[in-house]
């Protein structure tokens, strides 16, 4: 399913790709799937069970982390679904693999842009192939 996701959206325009992305999220929120969204299932439950931040602020995390989480995934330039994204407190981290430190440096710009972004801090790594080339180039 993700490579048919991925391939419907890179044939839509940024506007459709958001919304597309937005009612996948709202059909996962209704089927009471929202753990396994934001915090990857059971391991997920368990950090925010163990959570010292108040509902309202786990809340507001979930928000953010949906909102950077659908603007990666309606830019061209990056993989979102390489992606993920973890909100502490409106703290954003990034984590996954990005094809050059560009497309990091894009992510990282997108998603200081959201609201309630407090900072964001990048634990993306460059593929393995890209590592190569750009040692070669030094």
């Not at 996954?96 to 560009?102: I, P």
């Amino acid at each position: 399913m993700g490579s048919s996701l991925s391939k419907v959206l890179a044939e839509r325009s940024p506007l459709i790709r958001v919304g597309v992305v937005l009612l996948f999220v709202g059909a996962l929120a209704m089927s009471g799937c929202v753990a396994a969204l934001i915090g990857g299932g059971a391991a997920g439950t368990y950090a925010i069970a163990k959570s010292e931040r108040s509902a309202g602020e786990i809340g507001s995390d979930a928000l953010i982390t949906m909102k950077v989480k659908a603007k990666l995934l309606a830019d061209a330039k990056v993989r979102g679904l390489n992606m993920d994204v973890d909100t502490n407190l409106g703290n954003v981290t990034l984590t996954g693999v990005a094809r050059s430190q560009e497309e990091i440096d894009r992510a990282m710009a997108i998603a200081n842009t959201v609201d309630g972004v407090k900072s964001v801090k990048s634990n993306l790594q460059l593929r393995e192939e890209q590592k190569g080339k750009e040692a070669g180039d030094s």
